[in-house]
């Protein structure tokens, strides 16, 4: 079948929103004869494949309402190259071909050669390609002449990118000529997330957003232009769309029974020491019973071999395989498939990063490391994992794992002692002549016929009171014995500390304070206070902590010993709430294992205090959910100017089911907390957004409330400030926080969820008597509600029989 490319310049419907400025595309595709595919070499003109797909050009120049044509015409010589493209799909792949006019090509810029880098100093061309089924998100890829790629993933609306994400199995390949260059790229629909949670693709065609965007630099200027007639560069909801005609999504839609785990397993001789032969890594994957699509099968591969291996069936069902790959030490990324058992044809395929850091065969991957002052502290527990793969050369039996306990420095003895143990949960009870005991050492040892193989320690302390505790019982905060519910804000200068309180503040988060001097630190401490007030901060006592580099690498000693220093100088402060170890992590590909080892230095050095951390996706939710104490994540609408907001109220319904939901999974004591939106984002650019009004301040903060958040910590007063109405509106919300805060502070208040179609609430039950009732609208619209008509996003709230306020 050849390819039918039809140019519609017309009224342009984009994830649900309407555009009808005239400029917006619709590019009809027709799928292409899978005989005569593109070569991807970087040629596009002379290929056959591309013989029946037309170009597409009329390129606007960025933030300007002008064309490159109409730019070149009265710009100086060189000026304003043209750019043009093709696009077209079959059956497994994307394809694009973009072609760059230049007449200074020997003047380009092209040093970038690490993927993932700031390709975007250098002359590049954009692509950007929409998620299936998931609006006001997109994959972004940026290719420099030398064949250098950048490629992450982008949520709200385009603001949000995680450079974490790559694309697996992309076929890409650059070519320059005299007067030209050109980018040709094939981009697997395996790659682009149709399985994934919450995708819902409807009908016989695919839409998805496109845009294709060029930098130049030969000319001695920056020039930027877009395929789209884009203010913003990154915005989706202005690009153009292709249409992917009769496609069959549902082909690659999978369903999976269970997350996706791999995990690092050595061989007995190898930590033997016996051989230098690589580790192996080690995962299930597990999909739903499909009787109606064909049978499927599991392949994988270390990224960079060539050479593919299958897996090997787990159980009867035919639907979970085991994967194995060896792999060096330090390698962290698996590529794995699911394809079609007749066909061979791609499915899904994904880069899976191997769990566990720095290579390590044997430690503890939870233990059961403070004890409260309510708490017997006669029983330890722990989860040991051993990674070490008894199945291979070496007689299992003679394998064991010992746990030694040694208490407040006393002298050691066996816990626990188990033959060819591998990932066990333990519980043990102590000694009864140990019960008064405040430390203890947990010694795990791996032994090989008697000899230690591998060891891993571990800190337990016991907290003899709740003075200067923060605890997290049942989810809810608990500070020196009582219940407290945070609410509060970012980045509140000093001088706005009074006015915060006044607004019902009891809760900072103050970004610069742990870089502060500690003179400086003390006395902001020390004023905190004297007014009632608490505080999160950093735990990184220099700013270069938080670089990007510093994200995607494991602690270092000098990290290590500044963290060390500043927590426990300051962890006794009684205004001190809790460590905010990361913001958005996802955002920078942030390593999880880095997270984990900040969290359990914290922990081991404070053990007072919670470790908090802020993710802005489902994705970064689920990633980093073992990271931290409490997981606070940060829905923002994103309110706009024409029109009420771009992702939906109830995007905080969204994320905070998945974070209760991934706190529900782990271990110990934990907690849920939000951060709410209280700024414009046209503050960072996107100049058809605006700030919250009153209404929607109103439900953000009851619907926070109604889905169980322990805790609001909005951002950010820095930027909210700036608009009178909105803090107007928040010292009204901050009065009725005053006046049921005895309700979310009440140990004896029950609370009971509310929730049904478009609308959340809750109920507060004391004593057998409601005290406090909310229903929240999540509609943009008028939505009854038991009864109640409620206008769009309205709240209704009754505290003891009074309604607090009608909107």
């Known amino acids: 079948m050849k390819l039918n490319c039809k140019m519609i310049v017309a009224l342009l419907m ?61 710009g100086k010589e060189g000026m304003w190259e043209k750019t043009k493209y093709k696009v077209g799909f079959d059956e497994s792949y994307v394809f694009v071909g973009v072609k760059c006019d230049e007449a200074f090509v020997e ?46 993933y982008r949520v709200q609306g385009g603001h949000m990118g995680n450079k974490s994400w790559d694309c697996a199995g992309l076929k890409m390949a650059s070519r320059v000529g005299e007067d030209w260059w050109s980018v040709e790229m094939a981009i697997p629909f ?118 593919w291996q299958p897996g090997s069936h787990a159980d009867k069902s035919g639907n979970a395989w085991w994967v194995n790959a060896s792999a060096d030490k330090d390698d962290r990324l698996m590529e794995i498939e699911v394809r079609e058992y007749e066909t061979g044809f791609v499915l899904w395929r994904k880069l899976v990063e191997v769990e566990g850091g720095g290579g390590k065969p044997f430690e503890f991957v939870w233990v059961k490391d403070r004890f409260y002052a309510d708490e017997k502290g006669d029983t330890l527990s722990w989860v040991l994992k051993n990674q070490v793969d008894g199945k291979y050369d070496m007689d299992s039996e003679k394998w064991s794992v010992e746990v030694e306990v040694e208490v407040d420095g006393g002298e050691p ?114 004023k905190l206070a004297a007014m009632g007030m608490k505080v999160v901060i950093y735990p990184y006592p220099e700013r270069w902590m938080l670089s990007e580099a510093r994200h995607q690498a494991l602690l270092n000693e000098e990290e290590r010993a500044g963290i060390r220093e500043l927590v426990e100088r300051v962890k006794d402060h009684e205004a001190i709430l809790g460590w905010y170890i990361g913001d958005e992590p996802e955002l920078k590909a942030g390593l999880v294992e880095r997270f984990k080892q900040v969290n359990a230095l914290i922990r081991e050095v404070d053990p007072k205090h919670p470790t908090i951390l802020v993710n802005n996706s489902t994705a970064g939710i689920a990633d980093y959910a073992e990271c931290a104490d409490i997981l606070m994540p940060d829905p923002y609408p994103f309110f706009l100017k024409k029109g009420s907001n771009r992702f939906g109220i109830d995007v905080m319904k969204r994320l905070l089911e998945v974070a209760i939901l991934e706190q529900g999974k782990m271990l110990g004591e934990r907690s849920v907390w939000v951060t709410p939106q209280g700024f414009s984002m046209a503050d960072f650019g996107n100049s058809d957004n605006r700030e919250p009004n009153e209404v929607e301040l109103r439900n953000m903060f009851y619907q926070s409330i109604s889905l169980g958040a322990a805790g609001q910590i909005w951002w950010a007063w820095r930027y909210g400030k700036k608009y009178p109405e909105m803090m107007g509106a928040m010292a009204k919300i ?17 609370f009971e969820k509310v929730y049904g179609e478009g609308y959340v609430g809750c109920r507060f039950m004391k004593r057998g008597r409601a005290v406090l009732d909310v229903l929240v609208n999540l509609k943009d619209e008028v939505n009854v509600v038991h009864g109640r008509q409620m206008r769009a996003m309205g709240v209704w709230a009754v505290l003891e029989g009074r309604q607090l306020k009608s909107n």
């Open 413 to 526: 003895w066996i816990l626990s002692k188990q033959k060819n143990a591998w990932k066990t949960y333990s519980q043990k009870k102590l000694r009864a002549e140990m019960m008064g005991w405040s430390k203890i050492l947990l010694h795990g040892k791996l032994l090989y016929d008697g000899k230690v193989i591998e060891t891993d320690e571990r800190v337990v302390q016991r907290l003899i009171s709740d003075d200067g505790v923060v605890r997290l019982k049942d989810g809810l905060v608990y500070v020196d014995g009582q219940r407290f519910y945070p609410f509060g804000w970012f980045s509140v200068e000093e001088k706005d500390w009074g006015k915060a309180k006044e607004m019902g503040c009891n809760t900072l988060m103050i970004y610069s304070l742990a870089m502060d001097e500690p003179e400086e630190q003390n006395r902001k401490l020390d």
């Open 107 to 152: 003047k380009m810029k092209a040093a970038k050669t690490a993927r993932d880098g700031e390709i975007n100093v250098d002359d590049c061309v954009e692509v950007m390609l929409g998620k299936p089924g998931r609006a006001g998100e997109y994959y972004h890829f940026i290719v420099n002449s030398l064949g250098t790629v950048f490629d992450d």
């Open 734 to 750: 901050g009065e009725e926080y005053k006046q049921i805060k005895w309700v979310l502070e009440d140990e004896d208040v029950k």
């Open 190 to 307: 395996a790659s682009l997330g149709i399985s994934d949670a919450g995708v819902v693709i409807k009908g016989e065609d695919l839409d998805l957003v496109f845009n294709v965007g060029r930098e130049r630099y030969a000319s001695g200027q920056w020039e930027v232009s877009s395929s789209s007639k884009l203010d913003r560069f990154l915005d989706a909801s202005r690009y153009s769309t292709i249409r992917l005609k009769d496609f069959d999504a549902e082909r690659f839609n999978l369903k999976w029974a269970r997350d996706i785990e791999i995990s690092r397993r050595w061989s007995p001789s190898y930590v033997l020491g016996e051989s230098d032969e690589a580790c192996v890594w080690s995962g299930m994957i597990e999909l739903m019973r499909d009787y109606k699509k064909p049978q499927r099968e599991v392949w994988c591969r270390k990224v960079g071999d060539e050479e």
């Open 14 to 74: 984009v994830c649900g929103v309407v555009y009808g400025d005239g400029d917006a595309r619709v590019i009809e595709l027709e799928m292409m004869d899978e005989m005569t595919m593109p070569r991807i070499d970087g040629v596009i003109e002379d290929d056959e494949g591309w013989k029946d797909c037309e170009w597409q050009d009329g390129f606007w120049v960025y933030q300007e309402n002008v064309t490159v044509d109409q730019k070149k015409k009265v």
